[in-house]
Structures are given as structure tokens and as C-alpha cells.
């Protein structure tokens, strides 16, 4: 009696967890046709792309100079970067564990610039007071 | 008691948006990244690393820029040519510049065009991707060789710094062989959606595993990283 119940039991069990299976594959295949954007997405993306290379470009053929330069060649870069990993690499149209997980670490790498700023200028400092004079 | 919790799957934690999401996500006791396949995610965490590797390479460039007491070359004028008979400052580094971005654009609509299981279009995107790549490759080295018959090498140039040659060789090296690869690994690609393997589902003949046309979508992750490397070397290494 009580083996009987048991297995009915186990039998439910297995059913449910197919249904959970099956669940779980049928939202991943709904998902691989998902990445779905019009075309005319990318053709404006790839526009702005060349957009912001020609200014980049263009900031050193007027040979802009000093912090205005490098605010500059800083933004531009950024602006592309974003654009790539937004919308040609799909990152945002993922969720934001995956998100999170990939573009948080090499934010982090700003740490270890501004470590090797603080070691450069020393290294600078050190060949000006004991090396440069005698070249 | 354990039936009523199994029969709910719908409860899995696979759906909460937002910022909750990502606790829910990570504590829900099983895979952390929903509604991604694994070789998705695999390729993202492989571009994660990458990206630290050329962070370093860009880190020694600038902590050996920075520490240098000698003047470092001018990119604009040691990457300038006469076109036409005019000198054009960092005119063959631009145009290095639009092919990728061009490459990236056609790379992006060969990965809408697989979800749409349009084969022929699929196939033709990325083989015109694989040529914008070898372009750049050849271009680059191109520019190796101008550069090499000025007498540039690893340890000295005839216009300053000498470490200025071991980062322009380990920096563009590094990334021209990133694009060597893509190049490669686009047209073994683009020769299994022309054949229609992921029509058919057809085994890999190193995995056998059955191919899908998700694959064109985690190729396009590697190029369009590529690309990006290249956002962050063009600004930092040619035009700072």
C-alpha cells in the first residue's frame, strides 16, 4: 500500500520536473529566434559609428591640443564603445546578471590606472633627478 | 508536500526584471545567467579576459609613456601620408578605422539575417566581413612594413622614446592577429551556414553537437570585440 503510494508519487514527480525540463527549453529556443531588431537599427548604429570616428578623426586633423583634446578623444571613444556593446553585441537586450557579471570587472581596471599613474610619476621623478641631466 | 513545489516551475526566479533580478538570478541555485546559452555566455566570459590582457597592454603603454623623459613620436605625423601630393596626418589609421566599423555593420545584420534562417544572405554578410578583416590585416601590414623601413624596431626609432616600438609591435601585433583569427574563424563559419548545416541541425565533426545559428550570433560577439579593442587602441595609442 504504502510502496504503491510512493511510487505514484515518484511518477508525478518525474512528470512535473519533464514539464519543468521542457518549460526551460522551450523558453531558450523562444529566445534564440528573440534577438530579433529591425534592420534599419544597425544601419543607423553603423551611421553613428562613422559619425563619431570621422570627429575623432577630425580632432587631430585640426590638431586640437591640451585637455580639450583628450576630453574629447575620451568621449568619442566612449560614445563607440557603447554603441558596439549596446546594440551590435546585444548586451542591451540581455539581463542585467549577465550585464552586470561582464561590464562591472573592467571598470575596475581604472584601480589599477590610477596605480600606475601614481608609479609612472615616480619613475618619471627619479630619472629627471639621476639620469636625464647626463644625456 | 515536495510534488506541490516541483508542480510550480512557473516560480522559478528566471523572470524577475530589474535590479532584483540580479540577486534572484545569482541566488536562484542554479545557472546565474537565464535565457543565455552556455556558449554564449562562455564566449562573453573568454572576452572578459581578453579584455584584461589588452588592459594591461594598454596600462604598460601608458605607464611607459608616462615615465619616459625622452619626447615620445608624434603618432599624427610617424602614421601621416602623401596622398596625391598631399601629407595627410593619420590618414591610413582612419581608413584602418571605417573598414572594422564597416565590418562590424555587416557582421551585425549577418547575425540578424541567421536568426531569420536566411542562409545565402547569412553566408554572403559574413564572407564580406571576413574580406573587410582581411583588408585591415593587409593594411596593416602595410603599415609594418613602412614603419619597419623607417627604422623602427622594438628597441629604438629615429624620432624619440625608444619603448615607442615595443608597444606599437605588441599592441597592433596582438590585435592584428585577434583579427587574423576572426577572419579564419568567419569563414569556417560562413562555409557551414552556405552548406546548411544549421538548417538541417547537422553534427560538428569535433563536438557533435548539432549545430544552430546561434553560433553566427557568438562568432559576431568575438568580431564585434575585435572592433572594440580597436575604439580603445585607435584613441589611446594613435590619437592621444
Redesign the interface.
Known sequence: MTNAALHV?GQ??QH??H??VH??VA??AT???G???P?KL??V??GW??VL?TC??L???F?IHGHLR?SL??L??VL??GL??A????MAW?????A???LL??VL?LV??GI??F???Y??LL??MF??SAS | M??TT??T??A?P?TIP??R??AA??ASDQR??????WGK?MM??F??SD??IF?CFL?SY???R????VPWPNP?EVFALNLGGKHI??ILI?IM??IL??S??T???A??FG??RDRVKTAALMLATAAFGATFVGMQGFEWTKLIMEGVRPWGNPWGAPQFGACFFMITGFHGTHVTIGVIFLIAVARKVWRGDFDVERRGFFTSRRG???IV?IM??YW??V??VW??I??FF???
Do not use: C
Open positions: 508519487e508525478a514527480t512535473a520536473l514539464a519543468f518549460d526551460a523558453s531558450g529566445h534564440a529566434k534577438q530579433q531588431h534592420i544597425y544601419l548604429v553603423w559609428l562613422f570616428s575623432s578623426y580632432v587631430d586633423f590638431g583628450w578623444i575620451l568619442f571613444m563607440k564603445a558596439i556593446v546594440v551590435f553585441m546585444h540581455e539581463r542585467l546578471a549577465l552586470y557579471a561582464i570587472p573592467p581596471v589599477f590606472v600606475m599613474v608609479e609612472s610619476d619613475t618619471h630619472r629627471v639620469f636625464a | 515536495t510534488e516541483l508542480a516551475p512557473k522559478s528566471g530589474g535590479l533580478g540580479i538570478d545569482w546565474a545567467f537565464k535565457h543565455v546559452s555566455a562573453w566570459i572576452l572578459l579584455t584584461f588592459s596600462l601608458m605607464t611607459a608616462m615615465s619616459t623623459t599624427s596626418p593619420l582612419a578605422t571605417f566599423i564597416s562590424s555593420g557582421m551585425a545584420m547575425v540578424n536568426y531569420r544552430y545559428y546561434e550570433e559576431g560577439l564585434h570585440f572592433d572594440l575604439v580603445f585607435f584613441a594613435y590619437l592621444w
